[in-house]
């Protein structure tokens, strides 16, 4: 149960963070409306989607799933208020895994410079945990798929309205699809940045 709270605490920060960045990098653009939203803050309420943050994550890990995937609340953002119009959602979307990269390199190197931080099981634990889920988080959200952040880099720089339509219409499909075809190479290359970052086997 400590385990699953701990889990459960680290992800909904992590996924915090994450909006955060995409609502301050839109910021440093021009667009303040997530500042007006109020959402600028590391107060998770103000992030939490019921669904996505708290229903389907709480049943995934009560039903031992082997992955655990959810969302916070996107931040409000207008592109037509960034001073930058071309690569504008481009900047604010790669923000979001870019913030979770930084947190991982940060608490892993951290372990990696600090290797007595290993003997303390509970704080090598949780640093682990953070590490893991940020990689998760960063490298998932990069997929090319609709809603996720790739999707609106990868239309930053190829204009097909027929990929749009493809993906508006078989966006959940695909992304379902890719939840269960990628996942299992991508626990690898988590376990491997991990040990990479850390510096362990």
């Known amino acids: 149960m400590l385990e699953t709270i701990i889990f459960i605490i680290i992800f909904l920060f992590s996924v915090v963070f994450h909006e955060l960045a995409h609502g301050y990098v839109a910021l440093s653009l021009g667009d303040d409306t997530a500042k007006k939203a109020g959402r600028l803050t590391l107060n998770p309420i103000k992030h939490l989607d019921l669904m996505g943050s708290i229903i ?82 960063g490298l998932f959200n990069l997929l090319p798929i609709p809603p996720l952040d ?22 959940l499909i695909v992304l379902i699809f890719g939840i269960y075809v990628l996942l299992p190479h991508l626990s690898r290359l988590v376990g491997w940045l991990t040990g990479l970052i850390i510096g362990l086997t």
């Open 56 to 137: 389907l994550p709480g049943a995934l890990i009560l039903l031992n799933s082997s992955f655990v995937f959810g969302w916070a609340k996107p931040v409000p953002i207008n592109p037509y208020n960034f001073n930058d119009k071309k690569y504008g959602n481009a900047k604010v979307a790669i923000a979001g895994p870019l913030a979770n990269f930084a947190l991982a390199i940060i608490f892993g190197l951290t372990l990696r410079f600090f290797p007595s931080l290993l003997v303390i099981q509970k704080v090598s634990f949780i640093f682990i945990y953070i590490v893991q889920i940020n990689l998760i988080l």
């Open 150 to 171: 790739g999707s609106h880099i990868l239309f930053t720089f190829i204009k097909s309205k027929e990929l749009k339509m493809f993906f508006m219409r078989y966006g």
